[in-house]
């Protein structure tokens, strides 16, 4: 009875109605991130009635979220997002079982975490976890809701690959790193967050009780300066490498290496340890003694490898195993696909002590691109 009054906004719609606030009590939805998008999806994710809420989010309140993410408050300041707006939601409604995930998503937990929900609401901020989400959910056929902020803009669709594109047909490869600043290095408008969340959230219930057309196959492109709403149809890409006719991804990939994430201790080992492919031909015209490793996996070497490489996949270097067999005589020259992989060896190999070893800028590609274009690319 009380469920009754909670929600009889929801039961006097004629089109959700009992059966519809029904299915929003049995549904299971999972948010990727308690942060700008996740603030409002999950109040009203919750308000909403729906029954299961999962939060996956590791990082902590800080100062600077306020201005945004308004699940949380300045007494939660220094406490795990993910506790925090589980407070917010017992007091939004009591009636919702949330599940914390206090972690960061990666590929060990992905489909462990989302194997346990229905739908999955995406309010990441990052490339990388952004193909992780959209990898993960095709790979197991579940539709997610997507959504992003920058600034003044905002953009948001579902992604469902047995019914339309993937995040992929529509952005194959991630910006170069560096191109698109991030919200904490180019800000954003708080109020933006309310705006797409809600377009989030709008879709989520609609997917769950089955009412009104989905924003399948449609992009919305919001534009807060001009306050314009735009939809914009974005078809599935038959060549897409995930949902495609002839898929070449198949599995979780290494999605750091892909959208150029460099950790910061790989930035370290790399700063004044970094050659062009240029100079590293250089190296070669003048007759140089140095021993270059490729250490990205045995398929990309056969596809494609610089003369006089010798591979050895990262894992090896990372781990350990491989650091006997390198000469102590020779500077060792690390190159990988694009410069990512390669700079997280270095610094593994600079901590075990091979101080003069240095990295190729741009991996393979460079390589190809400005000393060879003859060979083949992937
Ligand atoms: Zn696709």
């Known amino acids: 009875?009380?469920?009754?009054?909670?929600?009889?906004?929801?039961?006097?719609?004629?089109?959700?109605?009992?059966?519809?606030?029904?299915?929003?009590?049995?549904?299971?939805?999972?948010?990727?991130?308690?942060?700008?998008?996740?603030?409002?999806?999950?109040?009203?994710?919750?308000?909403a009635g729906v029954g299961t809420l999962g939060?996956?989010?590791?990082?902590?309140?800080?100062?600077?979220?306020?201005?945004?993410?308004?699940?949380?408050?300045?007494?939660?300041?220094?406490?795990?997002?993910?506790e925090s707006?589980?407070?917010?939601?017992?007091?939004?409604?009591?009636?919702?079982n949330v599940v914390i995930h206090n972690t960061a998503l990666d590929n060990d937990n992905v489909f462990e975490i989302f194997g346990q929900y229905d739908l999955i609401v995406d309010g990441t901020d990052n490339f990388a976890t952004r193909y992780l989400v959209n990898d993960a959910a095709v790979l197991l056929g579940k539709p997610y809701v997507w959504g992003s902020i920058y600034r003044f803009d905002g953009q948001a669709s579902v992604f469902w690959a047995e019914h339309g594109p993937c995040y992929r047909c529509l952005y194959p490869e991630p910006p170069p790193p560096g191109m698109v600043p991030?919200?904490?290095?180019?800000?954003?408008?708080?109020v933006l967050c309310a705006s797409i969340?809600?377009?989030?959230?709008t879709e989520a219930i609609k997917l769950l009780t089955g009412v009104g057309e989905p924003l399948v196959g449609r992009l919305m492109v919001y534009d807060a300066l001009e306050m314009t709403y735009r939809s914009v149809k974005v078809r599935?890409?038959?060549?897409?490498?995930?949902?495609?006719?002839?898929?070449?991804?198949?599995?979780?990939?290494?999605?750091?290496d892909f959208c150029g994430a460099v950790s910061a201790e790989a930035q370290?080992?790399?700063?004044?340890?970094?050659?062009?492919?240029?100079?590293?031909?250089?190296m070669f015209d003048a007759g140089k003694e140095f021993y270059l490793?490729?250490?990205?996996?045995?398929?990309?070497?056969?596809?494609?490898?610089?003369?006089?490489?010798?591979?050895?996949?990262?894992?090896?270097?990372?781990?350990?195993s491989a650091l006997a067999t390198l000469p102590q005589d020779r500077q060792i020259v690390l190159h990988c696909k694009s410069g990512v992989r390669s700079a997280e060896a270095l610094a593994a190999l600079k901590a075990a002590g091979f101080k003069d070893s240095v990295h190729v800028q741009g991996g393979v590609l460079a390589w190809v691109n400005t000393v060879d274009p003859s060979l083949p690319t992937y």
Not at 55 to 66: K, P, Y
Not at 197 to 201: A, D, K, N, R, Y
Not at 270 to 277: C, K, P
Request: some cysteine.
């Open 236 to 256: 599935k890409d038959p060549d897409c490498a995930l949902c495609g006719e002839n898929p070449t991804i198949t599995g979780l990939i290494d999605y750091d």
């Open 55 to 82: 939060i996956v989010e590791f990082d902590t309140v800080d100062e600077s979220n306020l201005q945004r993410q308004i699940i949380h408050g300045q007494s939660d300041i220094g406490r795990p997002k993910a």
């Open 268 to 282: 370290e080992a790399a700063d004044g340890a970094t050659i062009t492919a240029a100079e590293l031909k250089e």
């Open 85 to 96: 707006a589980a407070a917010t939601i017992r007091e939004i409604n009591p009636l919702v």
């Open 293 to 320: 490793v490729d250490v990205r996996e045995q398929a990309e070497y056969e596809i494609v490898r610089i003369p006089g490489s010798v591979l050895i996949p990262k894992g090896e270097i990372l781990n350990g």
């Open 197 to 201: 969340g809600s377009i989030q959230v």
């Open 182 to 190: 991030s919200c904490a290095e180019g800000g954003v408008l708080g």
């Open 1 to 47: 009875m009380d469920e009754v009054r909670r929600y009889s906004r929801h039961l006097i719609i004629p089109d959700v109605a009992m059966d519809g606030q029904k299915r929003l009590k049995n549904a299971r939805v999972l948010c990727v991130g308690a942060g700008g998008l996740g603030s409002p999806a999950l109040m009203y994710l919750a308000a």
